[in-house]
């Protein structure tokens, strides 16, 4: 271990020294230009010293105007930046939205936007049963906030298009057959939630964070789409015919039950004139009731003769029968 640590603070050494030596050729430069400007080579003009202090405060002030708006940086809403370090890398510290500071030239930042973002995938595979299956899956991802560095590290700025299309094809082609087709269109979402499971976990050692899974598109095959159209037809045609076969059964009940209904009333009609034979007296008093009522209610006019006011009433022997 301090072997390691011995041989990075080297490394670190000499990237500082390489630094440390092209800053000061760049410095000697400046200056040598500087001398050879010899402000002092100016003519003798009125005013010529005025003119090189001000010259000497303009080329201070840009250099020092340059350092401030470099010196400078802003990280949105919804963003996390981290900072590259030319002499020590990549910084540990998630910088939050705000206005942050840095060291121009030897620092430069990297903003992640941290906020969900809808991935769009759809890959054809086969089921359980050997049906091909076109599915379409729509992902919600975003990085880990606290995980930035480690993902500048080993993935970079791209890091979706890196990770998750490969990660997502292989996880659709091991769940989806383990179904047969007819059970992903019954079990779609118990379907969606092994996806979304196995999904997390394999992201999830990439430093991803997956919010939502879900399932937007599901097509078959020609062949498997018309003989579930088939099905279809067949289970209504089933349904049809078990219908006219009850209501033919409830049919024939509901004519046994009247008969036996008209039956019943006409023995009992049966006894009651054995008994009485005003019954059908009775009987005849409340049909010409009904038709009289008929005829009142009638927008037609009709004309009886004197002898048919009763309707035929007249002869009917309204005397009680003789008891036995």
Known sequence: MLCLRTKGFYKIYRRALFLLCNVS??????????????FNKVPNVPGSPALSALLKVSVIGGL??????????NVEGGHRAVMFNRLTGIKEKVYPEGTHFMLPWFERPIIYDVRARPYLVESTTGSHD???VKIGLRVLTRPMGDRLP???RTLGENYSERVLP?????????VVAQYNASQLITQREAVSRE?????TERASNFDIALDDVSITTLTFGKEFTAAIEAKQVAAQEAERAKFIVEKAEQDKRSAVIRAEGEAKSAQLIGQAIANNQAFITLRK????????????????????????????????????????
């Open 166 to 174: 490969s990660i997502i094809h292989e996880t659709l082609k091991a």
């Open 64 to 73: 020092g105007l340059y350092a401030i708006t470099n010196s400078l940086y």
């Open 150 to 152: 480690q993902i500048y």
């Open 195 to 199: 996806i979304r499971k196995i999904l």
């Open 130 to 132: 050997l049906q091909m």
């Open 285 to 324: 008093i409340e049909a010409a009731r009904e038709i009289a009522q008929t005829i009142a209610q009638s927008a037609n006019k009709v004309y009886l003769s004197s002898n048919d006011l009763l309707l035929n009433l007249q002869g009917m022997n309204l005397e009680p029968s003789p008891k036995k």
């Open 25 to 38: 050729e760049m410095l000697i430069v400046y200056f040598v230009a500087l001398k050879e400007m010899s």
